[in-house]
T-cell receptor, first 112, second 116 residues
Framework: GENVEQHPSTLSVQEGDSAVIKCTYSDSASNYFPWYKQELGKRPQLIIDIRSNVGEKKDQRIAVTLNKTAKHFSLHITETQPEDSAVYFCAASSSSASKIIFGSGTRLSIRP | GAVVSQHPSWVICKSGTSVKIECRSLDFQATTMFWYRQFPKQSLMLMATSNEGSKATYEQGVEKDKFLINHASLTLSTLTVTSAHPEDSSFYIC????????????FGEGSRLTVL
C-alpha cells in the first residue's frame, strides 16, 4: 500500500521568511496530493492540492510542486505570518485505492 | 465547502464500556467515509474505510471486533469502540469526500475519548 513520508517534523522560521515542507510517496499509481493545515484543537482543513497532470500550483502565498518521476512533492509558504503556525500534513491517494494516506505532519512555528 | 459533523466532541467512559461516535455529512451524500485516529502531536492514522451498505474495510493492525463501523445511510457512519480500555483513549476523527480517492476530504470536528 501507499506510504507517505514527511520532513521535517518541526520547522521554525522567522516571520516574513519562507517555509518548505517535503513529502515522498511510494505508490506510483497515486495521482492526487492534498495538503492540510490543522490548528491546535481544530479539524484539518485543505489548503491546496495538486493532481498528477500538473507540476506546480500556486494560490497566493502557498505553492505546491510535484515531481512524479522522483515521487516527491513539496509545500512552499512565502512571506510567512503568525497565523501560518500550525501542523501541516501532506497526503497521497489514487482513485483505485479509494483512500487518502497522510504523512506524519510538520509542526510549523513562525517567530515574530 | 461541504460540512461533516461529528458527535460527541468529547466523551469520558469507564473501562469495559462501549462508546459510539457518529459522523454525518450534512449537505452531501457520502458513499464512503473514513475513520482516523490521532494521538497527541502525531499524524492521522487511517483506521478503516466505511462503505455505505457494505462492510467496512479495515487497515492492517486495526481490530474489526474492537472498532465496529456501521454505514447505514449515505449521510451517517458510526464508530463503536467496544469494551474500551485506557489505551483506546485518543482523538478519533471522521472524514468524507464527494469524490472517492481523488476529492477533498472534509473532516468532522473530532471526538476525544478518555477511558478511565
Amino acid at each position: 500500500g501507499e506510504n507517505v513520508e514527511q520532513h521535517p517534523s518541526t520547522l521554525s522560521v522567522q516571520e516574513g521568511d519562507s517555509a518548505v515542507i517535503k513529502c515522498t510517496y511510494s505508490d506510483s499509481a497515486s495521482n492526487y496530493f492534498p495538503w492540510y493545515k490543522q490548528e491546535l484543537g481544530k479539524r484539518p482543513q485543505l489548503i491546496i492540492d495538486i493532481r498528477s497532470n500538473v507540476g506546480e500550483k500556486k494560490d497566493q502565498r502557498i505553492a505546491v510542486t510535484l515531481n512524479k518521476t522522483a515521487k516527491h512533492f513539496s509545500l512552499h509558504i512565502t512571506e510567512t505570518q503568525p497565523e501560518d503556525s500550525a501542523v501541516y500534513f501532506c497526503a497521497a491517494s489514487s482513485s483505485s485505492a479509494s483512500k487518502i494516506i497522510f504523512g506524519s505532519g510538520t509542526r510549523l512555528s513562525i517567530r515574530p | 465547502g461541504a460540512v461533516v459533523s461529528q458527535h460527541p466532541s468529547w466523551v469520558i467512559c469507564k473501562s469495559g464500556t462501549s462508546v459510539k461516535i457518529e459522523c454525518r455529512s450534512l449537505d452531501f451524500q457520502a458513499t464512503t467515509m473514513f475513520w482516523y485516529r490521532q494521538f497527541p502531536k502525531q499524524s492521522l492514522m487511517l483506521m478503516a474505510t466505511s462503505n455505505e451498505g457494505s462492510k467496512a474495510t479495515y487497515e492492517q493492525g486495526v481490530e474489526k471486533d474492537k472498532f465496529l463501523i456501521n454505514h447505514a445511510s449515505l449521510t451517517l457512519s458510526t464508530l463503536t469502540v467496544t469494551s474500551a480500555h485506557p489505551e483506546d483513549s485518543s482523538f478519533y476523527i471522521c472524514s468524507a469526500s464527494r469524490l472517492v480517492g481523488e476529492g477533498e476530504l472534509f473532516f468532522g470536528e473530532g471526538s476525544r475519548l478518555t477511558v478511565l
